[in-house]
């Protein structure tokens, strides 16, 4: 289980952590016009998984805006943003922000992605800030439990995680 803090104090994260050279847990979660996804729905492809405890925030805002910014540079890559948030807002946002190249999952329903993934706060019921890449074969080639929540993850390490991935 990984070690984070929200705003310098600890919290406690919900579920299994996963390391790289697991199998990606199957998980379902909710797109901007409520239709289930799940991480089996794009079997065969290259996952980027941003997550942010909520995309109208500061750091989740520019964290996805990168993400956007690096996914249309990324070739056989599909990169996805889960939150909380409602998938309502997550439409609303990303057409004020101009995203298209990053899809927005809400897993507000039941932390069902939170809970799998070990990144779900208790306290807060929020997604702890993290990142996944998760080849085509469904392995976790890349993780990162950004320590302290209200801090950037590392994107250099993601992108090329993302880009050796097969």
Known sequence: MANVTF???PVTLI?????????APD?????????????SDSKGKVRLISVVPSI?????DQQT???????AKLKNV??????????FAQKRWCAAAG???????SDHRNLDFGKKFGVA???????????????????VTYVEYVPEVTNHPNYEAAVEAAESAK
């Open 7 to 9: 705003k310098e104090k």
């Open 15 to 23: 579920g299994n952590s996963v390391s790289v050279g697991d199998a």
């Open 27 to 39: 998980f379902t979660v909710l797109a901007n016009d409520l239709s289930e996804v799940k991480l």
């Open 56 to 60: 109208d925030t500061g750091v989740c």
């Open 65 to 71: 805006r990168k993400f956007n910014e690096e996914a």
């Open 78 to 87: 599909e990169v996805l943003t889960i939150s909380v948030d409602l998938p």
């Open 99 to 105: 995203i298209e190249n990053v899809q927005t999952l």
């Open 121 to 139: 706060i208790e306290e807060l019921r929020l997604l702890s800030r993290s990142i996944f890449v998760v080849d085509s074969s469904d392995t």
